[in-house]
């Protein structure tokens, strides 16, 4: 798109104007919409939200990942979104180990784009530390563990995405 042209433009179907990115998204936490929004005790703050959140994650599965990432892609775009940028940190499995393919959130993630047919940029998050003091990592945050060099050299096991139908690696 050049500098000059127009934002909208008319087309035989009608208007045509660019589609709007998504910038932040955490696809599982679509599905605990409603479940923590509001404060249901004085105590309530970011950290009994997080507590919530780390709940909800542990009983994510690829499986489960996949179906709540189409239908939250889908929702996007019949919203206008063309694409989404996708903070990604569910690597492990709830107990916190590696599954048998390293990359299987990430393949449900690829794979529940290629589906809705939404653009999808996939962005790793690191979980290195358990909290702002240095601490190791809890129990309940060992699934979103990992350090820089793994996904400095590749070893976070992220998909070749070239098997998946339609899926386009220059995007």
Not at 57 to 66: C, I, N, Q, V, Y
Request: charged share 20%; glycine share 8%; hydrophobic share 40%.
């Amino acid at each position: 798109m050049h500098a000059d042209a127009p934002i909208a433009r008319r087309v035989p179907q009608g208007w045509r104007v660019p589609g709007i990115a998504n910038l932040h998204s955490h696809a599982f936490q679509r599905a605990m919409a409603g479940l923590a929004e509001r404060q249901t005790d004085r105590a309530d703050s970011f950290w009994t939200w997080r507590e919530t959140m780390y709940r909800f994650a542990g009983k994510f599965e690829p499986d489960t990942l996949r179906d709540v990432a189409t239908q939250l892609y889908v929702e996007m775009l019949e919203a206008g979104y063309t694409s989404v940028c996708e903070f990604h940190y569910l690597h492990h499995a709830p107990d916190g180990r590696p599954y048998a393919n390293a990359a299987a959130m990430s393949h449900a993630l690829i794979e529940a784009a290629q589906v809705a047919g939404i653009r999808l940029t996939l962005l790793p998050v690191l979980y290195m530390t358990g909290g702002f003091d240095g601490r190791a990592l809890a129990e309940r945050q060992r699934r979103f563990g990992h350090d820089a060099g793994h996904v400095e050299h590749g070893q976070q096991g992220e998909p070749d995405a070239s098997h998946l139908r339609g899926f386009d690696q220059r995007v």
